[in-house]
Each structure stands twice: as structure tokens, then as C-alpha cells.
């Protein structure tokens, strides 16, 4: 259901959250999330234009999030590179269709129940899982997170 843009932004996301404040460098969250690079860079860009990501160049610079991860659902992070299209109208352009027929109609209220779902979720609480499995990505949390490496 989610678009292969979606799973790797949420893959980013949950790996610089997991590291709030600390710069991470593409090569790394490419690394841990297994995100090709380039594609990770587009969508760390599409990330950062809308604001939910910010960049630091130079030494010790990369990427990271402008938010608390507690004010970040996954809806936020899905809306930014590959939004939910709901059914506004007829997709068949029929006239005589003047709302959603049944079949449409329960189309779009899946998306609605999906878009809800997604809001109802911060990236706080998929990290914070009593789960020992870490969300999304092969980051971990203290000691055992691999050294940061630089921004290029």
C-alpha cells in the first residue's frame, strides 16, 4: 500500500530520530536503513524542502530533524514524498456520478481509515516500542550505535 518513497522516508525518519541532534550523514542513514544512497538523498531533499529535515553542511555537519519525534506521526512523514490520494469525485469522469458510487465510496474510506491510522502514530512511539526489534532500520540506540560518520 505505502510506495517504496514512502518506506524509505519513514526509514530515514526513524533513524535520525533515534539520533535526535546529532547531524547524520546520507552515507550513513544509507547505510542503516538500507536506502539506496541516491534515492536517499532525493528523498531526504523532498524531506528537508518541506521542512521536516534540515541540513548541515561541512565537518560534523548532515541531516536531522527540526522536529521532536513526539510531533512527527507517520502520516507527516507519508504526506511529504507520496500522499494517500483520496476520491473526490468519479475517477471514471462519469456525469451522472454526481458523488461516489458504493464501490468508490468504500475505496476512499479505506484511504480515510488509513490517513487516521497513520496520524494516530508519532515516530516517539515506534521508537520507544517494547519491541527488541528497532523500527525500520539497523540503527540502535547507545553504546551499540555504530560511530557517526561525517557529512561528505
Not at 512527527?72 to 461516489?100: A, F, K, N, Q
Request: proline fraction near 7%.
Amino acid at each position: 500500500m505505502l510506495s517504496k518513497t514512502a518506506e524509505y522516508a519513514l526509514r530515514a525518519v526513524a533513524c535520525m530520530g533515534q539520533q535526535a541532534g546529532t547531524p547524520l550523514s546520507a552515507d550513513f542513514v544509507a547505510e542503516q536503513t538500507k536506502v539506496p544512497r541516491r534515492y536517499l538523498t532525493r528523498v531526504l531533499q523532498d524531506l528537508g524542502a518541506a521542512g521536516l529535515v534540515r541540513s548541515r553542511p561541512g565537518p560534523g555537519g548532515g541531516y536531522e530533524l527540526s522536529r521532536p519525534t513526539d510531533q512527527v506521526t507517520i502520516l507527516d512523514v507519508v504526506v511529504i514524498v507520496s500522499p494517500i490520494e483520496r476520491i473526490r469525485s468519479c475517477p471514471l469522469g462519469l456525469t451522472s456520478h454526481t458523488s461516489l458510487c458504493p464501490l468508490h465510496r468504500e475505496l476512499d474510506q479505506a484511504y480515510a481509515a488509513t490517513e487516521k491510522a497513520f496520524a494516530s502514530v508519532t515516530i516517539r512511539q515506534l521508537l520507544e516500542s517494547t519491541s527488541p526489534i528497532t523500527p525500520l532500520s539497523e540503527c540502535t540506540f547507545g553504546s551499540g550505535l555504530p560511530a557517526r560518520k561525517a557529512a561528505e
